[in-house]
């Protein structure tokens, strides 16, 4: 089966390459010159413009974005849908809000055109390790595309599966996301209150290490901090600031859309945005109202 793969960006060159070595071939492309040259130096096809690109394509055409979530994807598709023919299937890898799966599936639906939302997890480790896939959409359309997923999985009979209907993997993968929110923070607490207990010294990549076999918290994502504690020793020359992709506020906007209790995943999002904030105002307001009600020291800049 022949894919068309847009967005060539580090996760979609991998999960191109990972397609090739699985004997699918790739046409790829990416607005970047520099990344569609990236790919034929894996011996790859490109092509230069989305036209260009379904011409390579027989019918019915497989199409899998890799692209930003949001007005990226949306005028993506919107240059896509006057080149697709009824019979073809458009997949959407990437992190979609699952609100606007359902209507993408709805508006290509009405075109005879197959819409598949596949929340993607495995980040940049996918081609080495392979990917979770959480696969929503029409089971017949699903189900023609079971090779690649076969392909794309860590093993070909696990880490992949049709979860519901459209909107289905998004939704999974978005509250996916906001539990990986909820563990790193978790994972960052903890490591925080080892450094501070000074009188004991612990070698934290030691200890990350040691919980990795056997322990309880044992994770991937425990094995990561183990590599980062070891790649950047104190951490001295990291940023305190730490990013969100949106999917974090999605799951905290839903928890809180469907009356359920998430206070986990609702305070990791907040540490995350408050990293943000350099000049602290609200840390400064409280040490000012100490000082007013109770006369406590204020420390100066």
């Given at each position: 089966m022949k894919?068309g793969?847009?967005g060539l960006g580090?996760m979609?060159a991998n999960?191109a390459?990972?397609?090739?070595r699985?004997?699918?071939?790739?046409v790829?492309?990416?607005?970047?010159?520099?990344?569609r040259k990236?790919?034929?130096?894996?011996?790859?096809?490109?092509?230069?413009?989305l036209?260009?690109?379904v011409?390579k394509?027989?019918p019915?055409r497989?199409l899998?974005?890799?692209?930003?979530?949001?007005?990226?994807?949306?005028?993506?598709?919107?240059?896509?849908?006057p080149?697709l023919q009824a019979g073809?299937?458009?997949?959407?890898?990437?992190?979609s809000?699952?609100?606007?799966?359902?209507r993408?599936?709805?508006t290509?639906a009405?075109h005879?055109?197959g819409?598949?939302?596949c929340?993607t997890?495995?980040g940049?480790?996918?081609?080495a390790e392979?990917?979770s896939l959480?696969?929503g959409?029409d089971?017949?359309?699903?189900?023609?595309?079971?090779p690649?997923f076969?392909?794309?999985?860590?093993v070909?009979d696990?880490g992949w599966g049709?979860?519901?209907?459209?909107g289905?993997?998004h939704?999974a993968?978005?509250?996916h996301n906001?539990?990986?929110y909820g563990l790193?923070?978790?994972?960052?607490?903890g490591?925080s209150i080892?450094?501070?207990?000074c009188?004991?010294d612990l070698d934290?990549q030691?200890?990350?290490d040691?919980?990795s076999?056997g322990?309880?918290?044992?994770?991937?994502l425990l094995?990561?901090?183990?590599k980062?504690?070891a790649?950047h020793p104190?951490?001295?020359?990291?940023?305190p600031?730490?990013?969100?992709?949106g999917e974090?506020?999605?799951t905290v906007?839903e928890?809180?859309a469907?009356?359920?209790?998430?206070?986990?995943?609702?305070?990791?999002?907040i540490a995350?945005?408050?990293?943000?904030d350099?000049?602290?105002?609200a840390d400064?307001l409280?040490?000012?109202?100490r000082n007013q009600f109770g006369?406590?020291?204020?420390?100066?800049?």
């Amino acid at each position: 089966m022949k894919i068309g793969m847009i967005g060539l960006g580090r996760m979609g060159a991998n999960m191109a390459q990972r397609l090739r070595r699985g004997g699918h071939p790739v046409v790829g492309f990416d607005p970047r010159i520099e990344a569609r040259k990236a790919l034929e130096g894996q011996g790859a096809q490109t092509a230069e413009s989305l036209a260009a690109l379904v011409a390579k394509l027989q019918p019915p055409r497989v199409l899998w974005l890799m692209v930003p979530a949001g007005e990226v994807t949306d005028a993506t598709l919107d240059g896509l849908l006057p080149l697709l023919q009824a019979g073809d299937t458009l997949v959407d890898g990437g992190n979609s809000h699952y609100q606007d799966s359902l209507r993408r599936a709805a508006t290509f639906a009405g075109h005879g055109i197959g819409y598949v939302d596949c929340g993607t997890s495995g980040g940049v480790w996918g081609l080495a390790e392979g990917h979770s896939l959480m696969i929503g959409g029409d089971e017949a359309v699903v189900e023609r595309l079971y090779p690649l997923f076969e392909c794309l999985a860590p093993v070909p009979d696990r880490g992949w599966g049709c979860v519901g209907p459209a909107g289905a993997g998004h939704f999974a993968k978005m509250v996916h996301n906001g539990i990986e929110y909820g563990l790193m923070q978790a994972y960052a607490e903890g490591f925080s209150i080892l450094r501070h207990k000074c009188e004991f010294d612990l070698d934290l990549q030691q200890l990350a290490d040691i919980w990795s076999h056997g322990s309880v918290v044992r994770s991937w994502l425990l094995e990561l901090t183990a590599k980062a504690l070891a790649e950047h020793p104190g951490l001295h020359d990291i940023a305190p600031y730490v990013a969100d992709s949106g999917e974090g506020r999605w799951t905290v906007d839903e928890a809180i859309a469907l009356g359920v209790p998430a206070p986990v995943i609702t305070h990791a999002l907040i540490a995350r945005l408050r990293s943000r904030d350099p000049e602290s105002f609200a840390d400064r307001l409280l040490a000012v109202l100490r000082n007013q009600f109770g006369g406590h020291e204020l420390r100066k800049e």
